[in-house]
């Protein structure tokens, strides 16, 4: 195959699958934009402004709409992609998948989106129908959420096969053009074979001249695509250990089958008109090819493979009953019955050699059913039924062993999707009580009343979340048997709902010093409870949590990112009074960094930034704004290199360990002159649309400069792997 193609075709099914990805985000968002609509705070004392209710609704209808634009818009690209590898080199091995997929988004752009919208309009227009409209735009939002995730899942699945088998697709197509030819060649020139070349006519010679450049072809494609196999394999042990195997098991069924032998013998039996001989050779070949392809197709998701597993020990189960049936009515004297039993069983036996490279307990039920096999043969069927019991009773072994751990292998799955929904849940938590602390600290104490209501419902959400962490939470047999127990998320999530009402109440009392107080010491419990998640997260879905860490990383740089710019414009007294946002973040950090979802380069300097946030803290408690800046600058450099670190962790599936080496050097700034240093990093610099102007030292302006040059936020990391992937498959181009 083309790698062009390849990639074209790659570039092109991640665009989809990305929108598809933007849509479930969309989804979940907007679900858990209306959940809060659904319990209703208790009346307060008086306001001094009434509250709108229709503007609560009112964004939460916007992003539905958008919602089912994404929908049909995912759908009509996924019908371009279909045509698109009908027209060129993929064939799924099923395009039902893809038709009924488009179909399914159609339903949901444009029926149940559209009934969640019109529940929603329902709920703002008629003050009457407002809980019922909330609640069923919430069931119908769930019910879009639950499908999307399926439908996403179902079609990574479908397409992984259909790409990872075409790395052979070129030479098989080329070898079945050569065999193609060398039988037209056979039965269009009668008496060919072994004739001398000097007998031979122009025509004759001309016809055997085509023959050999069709084989010479396919010997290259063959030699091209067995170079980058190889070549694949060694880049895919780090980022993609098992993707790595299925290539080396292709590479090994083509060396066992000595296909590049054969096929470079074939040319040379075609050279010398031993076209027969050349015809044997050029199907071995093809065959070789073919089953090397069928080890690329195998599924690199473990819970494929595991279904995959599942199916291959089923349909071995369904020969051995088949077989066994045969044995026990077997008549010794119809030789037809009885070739057919002993090859039935043979099939078995060739289904557990199979079988038994993924599962050693498997190799003694193989044992048993080459000795049935003989049993059958030498009519004895007594024996032969015992051992053909036996593997019965093997395979409904391992089938069953197979069936719980994909059970728990799907368990994981949701329980990952929990733990990712529950961390962004208290992310956006601690954003609503951020900005509420804001409100708090400029609030006279005679308008705080009016934030108390605002509070408390952030309490209530503390607690919704600390109930559903309490029923989500696994077990954990180690800690518990070592009796250090870490917090757990909804113990913190609870310090929070407990921290939030006592701000509620403070405020209600109109001693907002107090409140503000109480609403920090929220934050740090939202910050240990999404420390906690993480760490759960690692346990479960270690890749999900470095994305999920990374994702941290890039929220806690852009919190950084405006506290600089707020001491930017403050004097001595603002910086004081902006101490405590900036101590909050240092304690942040210093949660994070204690992440195993962290790389050890990253968390190493993920410290060095905490430790600058600490400093800068101090010198802003100190009313030194300009002290500060500059800590706040080593800050945002140590986090530069952090999010590097774990965007290129991911991005080469670098492996866990503890940090080698010293610290990366930091950059002496001999090349920088005195003046403004510019600090701009991903969505950092959107911030009010305007980048990090500082005033800064040389050094301390090169470290910032030199963190950030030429760096890709972690955020991206998929897509980064990806793109390796892909430039490693066409380094045999150049």
């Not at 299925?246 to 039996?269: F, G, H, I, R, T």
């Not at 006279?444 to 605002?454: E, M, R």
């Amino acid at each position: 195959m083309n790698k062009s193609h390849r990639l074209n075709f790659w570039a092109y099914f991640g665009g989809t699958l990305r929108c598809l990805g933007v849509s479930l985000c969309l989804a979940g968002a907007a679900m858990a934009g209306e959940k809060p609509l659904t319990t209703p705070a208790k009346a307060d004392p008086p306001k001094t402004e009434k509250e709108d209710p229709i503007k609560n609704i009112r964004p939460v209808q916007s992003s539905q709409e958008k919602l089912g634009g994404q929908l049909v818009k995912t759908s009509d690209g996924m019908r371009d992609l279909l045509e698109e590898m009908q027209q060129n080199f993929v064939e799924l091995q099923s395009r039902e998948p893809m038709k009924a997929a488009t179909g399914k988004l159609d339903d949901l752009g444009t029926k149940k989106i559209k009934a969640v919208v019109d529940s929603l309009h329902r709920a703002r227009r008629e003050q009457a129908e407002a809980k019922a409209g909330l609640k069923d735009a919430i069931d119908g939002q769930g019910v879009v959420v639950t499908e999307l995730g399926d439908l996403l899942k179902m079609l990574k699945r479908e397409i992984a096969p259909a790409t990872s088998q075409k790395v052979l697709g070129q030479a098989i197509k080329k070898q079945q053009e050569a065999l193609e030819k060398l039988k037209d060649t056979r039965a269009t020139k009668e008496n060919l074979e072994g004739k001398p070349k000097s007998a031979l006519t122009e025509e004759e010679k001309k016809a055997l001249q085509e023959t050999n450049e069709k084989q010479k072809e396919a010997t290259e494609e063959l030699e091209k695509a067995v170079k980058e196999l190889k070549e694949q394999a060694q880049d895919l042990k780090s980022s993609d250990p098992q993707a790595a195997q299925n290539v080396e098991k292709a590479l090994d069924k083509l060396d066992k089958a000595e296909a590049d032998k054969k096929s470079n013998e074939a040319q040379n039996d075609v050279n010398d008109n031993k076209t027969r001989a050349a015809e044997q050779k050029e199907q071995d070949v093809l065959a070789a090819l073919k089953e090397a392809d069928k080890e690329l197709a195998k599924s690199t998701d473990p819970t494929s493979k595991l279904e995959e597993k599942i199916a291959d020990l089923k349909a071995a189960k369904e020969k051995q009953e088949q077989a066994l049936n045969e044995t026990k009515n077997l008549d010794a004297k119809n030789d037809k019955a009885l070739a057919d039993a002993v090859k039935d069983q043979g099939d078995v036996s060739k289904a557990l050699d199979e079988l038994k490279k993924d599962d050693k307990s498997l190799e003694k039920a193989e044992q048993q059913s080459n000795q049935a096999q003989e049993q059958v043969a030498n009519n004895q069927t007594p024996d032969a039924q015992k051992n053909q019991e036996q593997v019965l009773k093997a395979l409904d072994e391992a089938i069953k062993k197979a069936e719980d751990q994909l059970a728990n292998a799907e368990n994981q799955d949701q329980q990952a999707a929990k733990l990712e929904q529950q961390l962004d849940k208290i992310n956006e938590l601690r954003d609503q009580q951020q900005g509420l602390k804001d409100k708090t600290d400029k609030a006279p104490a005679d308008q705080a009343q009016s934030l108390a209501q605002p509070e408390k419902a952030l309490a209530d959400q503390a607690q919704q979340l600390a109930q559903q962490a309490d029923q989500g939470a696994q077990p954990d047999a180690q800690a518990d048997a070592k009796g250090d127990k870490p917090e757990s998320a909804a113990d913190a999530l609870k310090d929070a709902q407990k921290d939030m009402k006592a701000a509620a109440q403070a405020l209600a009392d109109q001693k907002p010093e107090a409140a503000a107080a109480a609403e920090q010491k929220a934050l740090d419990a939202l910050d240990k409870a999404a420390a906690a998640t993480l760490a759960d997260l690692a346990k479960t879905d270690p890749d999900a949590a470095q994305n999920a860490a990374a994702q941290e990383l890039q929220n806690l740089a852009a919190a950084e990112q405006q506290v600089a710019q707020d001491t930017g414009k403050a004097d001595a007294q603002q910086a004081e009074a902006q101490s405590g946002e900036q101590a909050g973040l240092a304690e942040k950090a210093e949660a994070l960094a204690a992440s195993p979802a962290l790389a050890p380069e990253a968390q190493q300097a993920l410290g060095q930034a905490q430790e600058a946030m600490a400093e800068a803290a101090q010198a802003m408690e100190a009313g030194q704004p300009g002290q500060a800046q500059a800590a706040q600058a080593k800050a945002m450099a140590a986090m530069a290199q952090a999010q590097q670190a774990q965007g290129q962790a991911m991005a080469e599936g670098k492996p866990k360990g503890p940090p080698k080496g010293p610290p990366p050097p930091k950059a002496k700034g001999d090349e920088h002159e005195s003046g403004v240093g510019q600090f701009q990093y991903g969505k950092l610099a959107d911030v009010n649309n305007n980048a990090w102007n500082v005033t800064l030292p040389p050094k301390e302006r090169a470290e910032v400069e030199q963190a950030v040059k030429n760096k890709m936020p972690a955020k991206y990391a998929r897509q980064i792997r990806l793109y390796y992937q892909n430039l490693a498959g066409s380094k045999a181009e150049n």
